[in-house]
């Protein structure tokens, strides 16, 4: 789709970081409103983002024993009462389903159906445990039937106030690992697991370093017995939990008699684990890496890792350099996803405005001269020094080169990422409450500091800075030197990071 | 997951084929009923079915230049009502959300909560042409912004009354393509366009052949100018439409004001195309070649296309045999989808009557004897003679020829079906309504007639015989000698196909 020619300037994300993520996601096409409060459209660039995530996800999901399945939308209004923190967790924003047939009014107009008023409500959906671990319950008899390994890739609804595309929205799209064990052990070991698969994937293929470890009691998924986050810092230096993954324990297999005979012949409840992320690691991927141009997209997740850009005057000039693109990119492997720019309505300045807006990591210009020569000029989105910004290469050798050079941008975008991280992130000698707040409101960032364990003293830096506890950092997160003192003055059980979030 | 070991027969196809369908689903594990009326849980195996469904359409879908996109779940009510037939087709039908919080009761129990009803109520998508259109209208301005060529693959709830898993269920998982063309023209060739990709698609990878062409205007999509078909014949001799493509004309383009600029700068209306399968597809596959023994799946859509049972009755000679099998799969090209059924809790009997009731194209026998002679048994799922049904062959051969045997049993199971749905056809000669009735009820299967083009005399014949006109059908399938009457004795317009359907 054709853009509109004069587009005023992009809003810089020193200037209002929150207006320049709305344009991006707007003008880079990844999605838009749509005419339901809350809920949006994801345009065909978002969606093969967030396809290229999912594939990968997948394949990991899979290696690690998982099978997808799919199960209803609706749920009773009783199944998700039966487990108390559930209930109360998402009773303010659900959606509900209460009758089933429209007719005519009065006025020519429509209206619900009285006589269709169903007898119990449903709910659409705003996470599956409970109508998951009721089938459970129907499909186990014995300990041979555990574990199950399942997954379901789906929409959620969760009915939002405050919603902003990808972030936080009424409807969205996200996986849900569900698994039941026949042991304690063997949950806390999935929880773990997945919450590695999720560090990698956004590590590797988000490039996106995130801080992993579990999340306070007062932050935890309502019904879990612990929750672990993946904890990434956006470039305006607030945090976003990217992804999620949760020891049940017993707390639903209880509720919903999901029961096995064990080896020895007892009935047991079994252990349950859930684990989820969603279109919202989208909007993780813009906040990581987009600059004043637009987006950037690590090559892993770019729906076009090289664009081809012929320049010319003429239609023959066109033709000359068009044939040698197509001759340099048959040479290229099937892996790399490329497009060609043949629009004839667009001036190059244009199309390399479009490119760089929709972050596509490396660009190469071709024109009458270059075809004597055999040179192109390369341009990648987001070069190792700025004042590199045109690369004049011979021809065989930058395509020859152009995969690693895809896993050269990979890399640096995650240690940069990590570099601003590090950057952002204020370590010991945080003393007072006071304190956190005058870095949380003045630079940002993670901040460590120690902790008493107490779900009051907790609240009570949330209530003064604004700042939530996003996480209890695993050890090869945690400073050398452990503070020994919360931010109360008590003795610390454990170091943990504080920041404003998304 | 294990199975009871002592189930009942298998009820047959002669005496229940609605039991032996709703049995099969149910046993293979394809699907489960669930809470909720009428939504079903598609299960591992069955959703793997879908997913390699999936996965091959897409990849034509994109072939063939469309995008995949993402559009809300929700619809206002209002939308729906704007094109009236489309309205008129789905207001008896839809899960209406009225509102988005749920409160505490006096009793301790959870309502709706009054202060939460919405203002304009919510229906859950039955199809999305509605809000898809709205936003097109938002994104073209001129000629140069069309086609749009977009897919969205997602999930939509109508209210049915009467279910049965994937075939009619009141939630469905599908997809739906939405296109919008500059000219009459181009829309007309989409839609065909389309059709030629299920109908491909059926025939190719679910080895299920169909009639193409127009269903009558009293069967089209609420809102098409046209819809098409593909009418496909069960081994009940009941026909399934599998997919349809509808040519919209400018129905819904003037209710959502989907304009643009043409070339010469006059404002049009654009013209839209839509067309889609659903879950549906896994049914009718079902359907077309399950046998009293269970499922038999196209090698191209099975899940597992090989299975290695080893035989041996110590662990020692199961370890060697483990090893040989090992050795034999390691030669295996990785296209083949195989499975290794090493559990050691059931006899191969069980296991045999497991993966044929699961519908697994091949399955290998090894046991200790045929270490020695280098020989297996093979048994192919539905052998192309009865009494062939155990090969000994050689193992090196066996394996180097699997590739070709999957492909020589996936045309065999197109051909069969092909000679059985023209065993069911009656063509030529029928020329009442009565005589339509007899043939309908005492045999079913497509009959041929004339037809004068009147919806009354559809109706009446429907009313009469209970078969429904299924589709005109395109010239290919036509019979030579074509009927010159209508049932009614009016003179014949076109042939039409005749059926009892699901």
Redesign the interface.
Known sequence: ??KKSKEKALTSQQEDFSAWYNEIVLRAELA?H???RG??????YG??L??LMRDELDRRFRETGH???????????S???REAQH?EGF?????????????ATDDG????DPASKLEE????RPTSET?IY??FS?????Y??LP?L?NQW??V?R?EMRTRLFLRT??F?WQEGHTAHATEAEAEEETRRMLGVYRSFMEEWMAMPVVTGPKSESEKFPGALRTYTTEALMRDDKALQAGTSHNLGQNFSRQFELTFQSEEGSEEYAWNTSWGVSTRLVGGLVMTHGDDRGLVLPPRLAPIQVVFVPIGRTDEQREMVLGRIRELTDRLSAGIRIHVDDRD?LTPGAKFYEWEMKGVPVRIEIGPKDLEKGQLVLVERVPAEEAERKEFLDQQEAIAGLEDRLERIQARLLEQARVRREESTTRGGVASVAELGRIVEERGGFVYTGWCGSDECEARVKEETRATLRVLPDEEFRSADAPTRCLCGEASETEVVWAKAY
């Open positions: 789709m054709s838009d749509s005419p339901v809920c949006m459209v994801i345009r065909p969606y093969r967030w396809e099978q997808n399945a799919y199960f209803p939308l609706l749920i009773p209004q199944f998700l009462s209930i009773a303010k924003e659900a959606a509900i389903v209460t009758h089933t047939r429209l007719r107009g429509l209206e619900p409500p449903l709910i659409i109508v009721e089938m129907k499909w186990v008899q014995s041979r039937d199950i399942m789906a929409n609804v009915w009424a409807e799209l309505n």
